[in-house]
Every structure is written in structure tokens, then in C-alpha cells.
């Protein structure tokens, strides 16, 4: 049960992570264009 915990909220900020990596890679790409 902790373990099942723990992973919930490990994947929450890893989610936020990976969207404020395709925002950085949205804003280079544009940048190219």
C-alpha cells in the first residue's frame, strides 16, 4: 500500500516534468521557424 502511494505521487511530478519539457522543446521549435 505505501509503495502504491509512493508511486502515485513519483508519477505527478514527473508528468509536470514532461510537460514543461514539450513546452521547451514547443518554444525551440518555433524559434527555428
Excluded at 16 to 25: A, G, S
Amino acid at each position: 500500500m505505501i509503495n502504491k502511494n509512493n508511486k502515485k505521487t513519483s508519477k505527478r511530478p514527473k508528468n509536470e516534468n514532461l510537460r514543461r519539457r514539450k513546452l521547451l522543446i514547443y518554444k525551440k521549435m518555433t524559434s527555428y521557424f
